[in-house]
Each structure stands twice: as structure tokens, then as C-alpha cells.
């Protein structure tokens, strides 16, 4: 039986580490045996989310959703903030979702661990 692992973020993509710290542990988890891992982005963690970022240097957080995306994890972003900040009907990373609160919840009672960023 896999452990269930659920990831909150709510870092700013850029200017903390926050949300890169959050990432990086995410796919240093998918890399251990029997982990199934979901990752819900909110507040100003959202926008890592936008298709076509590409910074000029540091890490690139686009690559990093990706790979859990490639691992199987299912990402989602808080609605009512993707709608706050006008991004709801942006295109987004391929595979990642608009989810909402209820959902969290649900993930939260079935999760074995939450871990919050």
C-alpha cells in the first residue's frame, strides 16, 4: 500500500525559496518506493503554474513541475486564487489543473502526511 503524501505550497515562485524547497523535496519523495504524492498550490505559488515561463538563471520551476508531472504527481491550484490574481483562464503547464478547497480536503483526510510550505 502506498504512503499518500499531499505537498501545500503557497510561496511566491521567485524571490523565496519557499516554493523551490517545496519542489525539490517532491521529487526527491517520488524517487523513494511506495509514495504517492499530490502537490496543491495557493496564494502567490499559483503562478509557477503559467506556461512559457523560462527565467534568464537559477532554478526553473516550470522544469521542476514537470518532472513531477513526469513522477505521476497530481498537481493542482487553489481556484478562488488563481481567480485573485486573474490567472484562471491562462493557459497553464500541461497537466496541471485548477482545483478548489473541497478537493484539498479530501486529500487532506485521505493523506498519510501533510506537508506545508
Known amino acids: 500500500m502506498k504512503q499518500q503524501i499531499v505537498i501545500i505550497a503557497n510561496g511566491a515562485p521567485y524571490g523565496t525559496e519557499s516554493l523551490f524547497n517545496a519542489l525539490r ?3 526527491a519523495l517520488n524517487e523513494q518506493e511506495g509514495i504517492d504524492l499530490k502537490l496543491f498550490l495557493m496564494s502567490d505559488a499559483v503562478s509557477a503554474a503559467l506556461a512559457g515561463q523560462s527565467p534568464a538563471e537559477g532554478y526553473n520551476l516550470r522544469q521542476m513541475l514537470e518532472i513531477l508531472l513526469a ?3 497530481q498537481i493542482r491550484l487553489c481556484k478562488s ?19 478548489t478547497l473541497p478537493l484539498l480536503a479530501q486529500w487532506t483526510l485521505a493523506a498519510d502526511k501533510v506537508l506545508t510550505f
Open 25 to 27: 523535496l517532491g521529487i
Open 71 to 73: 513522477q505521476g504527481t
Open 81 to 99: 486564487c488563481t481567480d485573485a490574481r486573474g490567472i484562471t483562464a491562462l493557459p497553464l503547464i500541461e497537466g496541471i489543473e485548477v482545483g
